[in-house]
């Protein structure tokens, strides 16, 4: 009785580490293989569409970003605007920024159709697949659902501005016209039918530096766009589960700068307002004006340093468009104009159609102008 109680005991004992035995193994084979999924790093091919120098930035960083050991991409394809004929009888090539920089890192280039991409055919990085991710900055077209439903997920843009402020195509301009203060960048969800309407991934808040112009802030927001969009894909399905929708009520526009916004109403415009518009807009059309019935560009208007009580007597109100001089002790002249609201702006080169460049003092002996008897119209 006793040896079979042993057995019996041997038995139970046996089976017991049997069981641990497998339990352990199991446990192992689970806690490998989920180690290694976790671990396992996403890796995308992605489709980059971009034309100007904000678009740079961000290609920029991916390519950088795809030399690194746990990177998360796979492959990188470029679509970029085609190339425009530019200069006296239309003979010049004119390439964008964008398709200059891919060629420059060797990437491949497919160029979008001249208006729209509504029957363009997507590539694809190979025979059975199709991109991952598409990623838009600064483009220029709409991406019609046919294009964006051919990512397996989805599509993103950079877009500089607190989206839904400033929708459109020139949100640093209209911050700048707006003397905002603060800016900020969206990594948005592509709409399938509204610009610049879709899920919000990220935002990040900036403040705008004192005289920013057009070039400045684009530069400023270019490389926090490009930091961001990195971090955004790094965890790109974090991301998009948890995006929310952009508050309608709060929608304002920024439509694309016309030239005739360049076009000076002396009468309609403060002096701070017109010191605005020419860092928004003068990398793109130079502020003109009319003097001698010729058109005129102003360039490097400002505000003047000057007390304004030194420039316009008291009790003699000027009309707006006004031209005074200065002459500063040992110094070259400075030219000041008057304004709607009575203030006055400066400026410190000209150029008349037709004409180069030249100074503020050669404009004054080449033209005989005379201060407070002549006007810009």
Not at 15 to 37: G, M, P
Not at 221 to 249: C, H, M, P, V
Not at 265 to 270: L, M, N, R, T
Not at 337 to 345: H, L, Q, W
């Amino acid at each position: 009785m006793a040896k079979l109680s042993s057995f019996s005991q041997f038995s139970q004992k046996f089976q017991y580490d049997i069981f641990n035995f497998n339990k352990n193994r199991i446990l192992k084979s689970f806690f490998n293989t989920t180690s290694k999924n976790f671990n396992q790093k996403q890796t995308y091919q992605i489709l980059f569409f971009g034309s100007d120098n904000f678009s740079v930035e961000s290609l920029k960083a991916l390519i950088n970003e795809s030399k690194n050991p746990d990177t998360f991409v796979k492959s990188i394809e470029v679509v970029v605007p085609p190339d425009k004929k530019t200069g006296r009888g239309y003979k010049e090539i004119t390439q964008s920024q964008a398709k200059k920089f891919a060629q420059k890192h060797d990437l491949k280039i497919h160029e979008a159709p001249l208006k729209s991409l509504e029957d363009w055919k997507i590539p694809t990085p190979n025979q059975t697949t199709n991109f991952d991710i598409g990623v838009v900055v600064s483009f220029g077209y709409f991406l019609p659902p046919s294009i964006l439903e051919s990512f397996s997920k989805g599509a993103v843009n950079v877009h500089p501005s607190l989206l839904p402020k400033y929708r459109g195509a020139s949100p640093i301009q209209y911050a700048i016209l707006n003397n905002d203060k603060i800016t900020g960048i969206t990594i948005q969800e592509l709409h399938h039918e509204v610009f610049d309407a879709g899920k919000i991934f990220r935002q990040i808040t900036l403040d705008i530096p004192s005289n920013s112009t057009y070039i400045t802030l684009e530069s400023l927001l270019a490389t926090k766009g490009a930091e961001l969009l990195i971090d955004t894909l790094r965890n790109f399905d974090y991301y998009k589960e948890n995006a929310k929708k952009q508050d309608a009520s709060k929608i304002t526009k920024a439509p694309k700068i016309q030239k005739e916004m360049s076009e000076i109403k002396w009468s309609q415009i403060s002096a701070q307002q017109l010191e605005q518009l020419h860092r928004a807009i003068s990398h793109q059309y130079p502020l003109s004006t009319k003097f001698n019935n010729k058109i005129i560009q102003l360039h490097d208007i400002s505000l003047p340093s000057v007390s304004q009580q030194l420039l316009i007597q008291p009790g003699k109100p000027l009309e707006p468009g006004t031209i005074i001089i200065h002459y500063p002790k040992q110094l070259s002249p400075m030219v000041y104009v008057t304004c709607a609201d009575g203030n006055v702006i400066t400026f410190n080169s000209v150029k008349v159609e037709g004409k180069k460049e030249v100074s503020i003092l050669d404009w004054i002996n080449g033209y005989q102008v005379k201060s407070e008897e002549m006007r810009f119209v």
